[in-house]
Every structure is written in C-alpha cells, then in structure tokens.
Nanobody, 123 residues
Framework: VQLQASGGGLVQAGGSLRLSCAASGWTFSSYGMGWFRQAPGKEREFVAAVSWSGEVTYYADSVKGRFTISRDKAKSTVYLQMNSLKPEDTAVYYC?????????????????WGQGTQVTVSS
C-alpha cells in the first residue's frame, strides 16, 4: 500500500495549486481518501475527505468554499484543488486513506499516510 503525493510548491496569496495523490497496491475504490496538513509548530489537522464513491465530501471549516477534493477511480488518484490560497494555508500536506466511510478520516482516523508535499503561500 503506497500513497504518492505531488503538486506542492510556492504560490502567492490568492493563487491556486492542485495536489495529487496516486495510490497503488490496493483496491482504491474501497477506501475513503483525504488530505491533512501540518504547519510548523502545529499539530496535523484534517483538511478534506472524499468517500469511496466520490459522491460525498467533507471539509474543514477553514477551507470550505476554497478547496475541492475529488477522486479519479480509473487513475487511483485523489486531488485537492486549492483556490484563493492564504498564507495560513502554508503547511506540509499529507494524503491519507482509511477503509470504509470517509467520515472516519474527517474524525482523524487514518489507516495509511502518504509522504508530505510542501505548500508555501507568500503574502
């Protein structure tokens, strides 16, 4: 089971980035997928999750209306489209998976972590 995240970078405030997380070694469609982030000196926090079907999504209040999570079953990939980025979005972003309902991810229950990708938003 592997999760490979990519797409991070440096962007100005108000800009956009799209993160990708490619899964391999397991039945992608059976798992909820999500994103977490960890800023320097802070605990890792939930950002967004999507159900195995792709039809149900969950977001942290801090990113609602700006971030969109989606998944492509054919590519076994989950995406995080981040718009209207703010300096406080600066963090290492981690993709994650959990068997069953995506609400488990929203509650902080993670089965597998991917490696992080750095997102830096300059003011």
């Amino acid at each position: 089971v592997q999760l490979q995240a990519s797409g991070g970078g440096l962007v100005q405030a108000g800009g956009s980035l799209r993160l990708s997380c490619a899964a391999s070694g397991w039945t992608f469609s059976s798992y909820g997928m999500g994103w977490f982030r960890q800023a320097p000196g802070k605990e890792r926090e939930f950002v967004a999750a999507v159900s195995w079907s792709g039809e149900v999504t969950y977001y942290a209040d801090s990113v609602k209306g700006r971030f969109t999570i989606s998944r492509d079953k054919a590519k076994s990939t989950v995406y995080l489209q981040m718009n209207s980025l703010k300096p406080e979005d600066t963090a290492v972003y981690y993709c994650a998976s959990q068997m069953g309902a995506a609400t488990r991810l929203a509650g902080g229950s993670v089965g597998t972590w991917g490696q992080g990708t750095q997102v830096t938003v300059s003011s």
